[in-house]
């Protein structure tokens, strides 16, 4: 993965740790080690953001920078969240997350359900993530660039067993891929045992060629066109063909108009949820 997604791991755990402010039915996700695994001037946003009137502002400001990113990013998080936990319920012993970030659901769900978890991530952001929430012994931190890496024989490496059933969760990764390293995954993906579980978030192709910024021009720019950092869209369309070449079945393919059915009506709240991402739910038959 280029080095400069290394440098965006905090934004998404910046709106996982705001939320928690929200009281229980209103918040959009669940995630109280949020705080814990950001750098100290992001924690101190975050935490300052248990004032509603900054809480409010903060939201506002990150919309208008990219309008329905806030409702997005929680709203996957929390999708993959229940994905995570029904796989655990399904005798799924086995999560690797492919860049993982600063996300905390190894630590907080895979782990103390007695499962394994291999994170994998730039070697960057594999440091930050020992340095802010130590070792656990059920929890795997795994150098990779997916461009450049062998992911398969750094996973086998660190006691990765390849016939295990296993959940992959990919979030926020796709775009930031080439191509090569796109499907260099997608390889490793098709050796995954029968019974495996895959959950992945993707940005459209019409987002990254800009034939529709869906109302998101600005990010389109900083991303796309200004520091090149998304590469990778994907046309709803062919998502079930593109799974079906590497082995599995799409079981959905989910983005705003159901994340705000499921998830942004129960609290009330008036939350935009970016169109321009999709989150897919696979499994392997």
Same mark, same amino acid.
């Given at each position: 993965?280029?080095? *400069?997604?290394?440098?965006?791991?905090?934004?998404?755990? #910046?709106?996982?740790? /705001?939320?928690?402010?929200?009281?229980?039915?209103?918040?959009?996700? $669940?995630?109280?080690?949020?705080? +814990?695994?950001?750098?100290? #001037? +992001?924690?101190?946003?975050?935490?300052?953001? %248990?004032?509603?009137?900054?809480?409010?502002?903060?939201?506002?400001?990150?919309?208008?920078?990219?309008?329905?990113?806030?409702?997005?990013?929680?709203? =996957?998080?929390?999708?993959?969240?229940?994905?995570?936990?029904?796989?655990?319920?399904?005798?799924?012993?086995?999560? /690797?997350?492919?860049? +993982?970030?600063? $996300?905390?659901?190894?630590?907080?769900?895979?782990?103390?359900?007695?499962? +394994?978890?291999?994170? /994998?991530?730039?070697?960057?952001?594999?440091?930050?993530?020992? %340095?802010?929430?130590?070792?656990?012994?059920?929890?795997?931190?795994?150098?990779? $660039? !997916? $461009?450049?890496?062998?992911? *398969?024989?750094?996973? #086998?490496?660190?006691?990765? @067993?390849?016939?295990? @059933?296993?959940?992959?969760?990919?979030?926020?990764?796709?775009?930031?891929?080439?191509?090569?390293?796109? %499907? =260099?995954?997608?390889? !490793?993906?098709?050796?995954?045992?029968?019974?495996?579980?895959?959950?992945?978030?993707?940005? =459209?192709?019409?987002?990254?060629?800009?034939?529709?910024?869906?109302?998101?021009?600005?990010?389109?720019? @900083? !991303?796309?066109?200004?520091? =090149?950092?998304?590469?990778?869209?994907?046309?709803? @369309?062919?998502?079930?063909?593109?799974?079906?070449?590497?082995?599995?079945?799409?079981?959905?393919?989910?983005?705003?108009?159901?994340?705000?059915?499921?998830? /942004?009506?129960?609290?009330?709240?008036? #939350?935009?949820?970016?169109?321009?991402?999709?989150?897919?739910?696979?499994?392997?038959?």
């Amino acid at each position: 993965m280029v080095s *400069g997604a290394a440098g965006t791991a905090a934004g998404p755990m #910046v709106i996982a740790a /705001v939320e928690q402010h929200y009281p229980p039915g209103r918040r959009l996700l $669940d995630d109280p080690l949020a705080g +814990s695994v950001l750098p100290p #001037v +992001s924690r101190w946003v975050a935490g300052s953001a %248990r004032h509603p009137v900054l809480r409010e502002w903060l939201i506002r400001l990150f919309e208008g920078a990219a309008p329905g990113v806030w409702g997005g990013v929680a709203c =996957r998080k929390r999708y993959i969240d229940e994905q995570v936990v029904r796989a655990l319920g399904d005798g799924i012993g086995c999560a /690797v997350v492919l860049g +993982s970030g600063l $996300d905390t659901r190894a630590h907080r769900l895979v782990a103390p359900a007695g499962a +394994s978890a291999f994170e /994998v991530d730039l070697a960057a952001n594999v440091d930050r993530k020992r %340095r802010r929430l130590g070792a656990c012994e059920r929890v795997t931190l795994v150098p990779v $660039d !997916f $461009d450049t890496g062998d992911l *398969g024989a750094a996973l #086998v490496a660190r006691g990765h @067993r390849v016939g295990q @059933r296993c959940l992959f969760v990919w979030e926020g990764v796709t775009q930031y891929l080439t191509e090569e390293g796109f %499907r =260099r995954t997608f390889d !490793f993906l098709a050796g995954a045992a029968p019974g495996s579980r895959l959950v992945f978030t993707y940005v =459209r192709h019409d987002f990254i060629d800009g034939s529709d910024a869906h109302g998101a021009a600005a990010p389109h720019h @900083r !991303f796309v066109t200004r520091q =090149r950092l998304w590469r990778i869209g994907l046309r709803p @369309r062919d998502v079930g063909a593109l799974l079906a070449r590497y082995g599995w079945w799409k079981v959905e393919d989910v983005g705003a108009e159901e994340f705000r059915a499921r998830y /942004v009506r129960p609290t009330g709240r008036e #939350v935009p949820v970016s169109p321009w991402e999709r989150t897919v739910l696979a499994e392997k038959p």
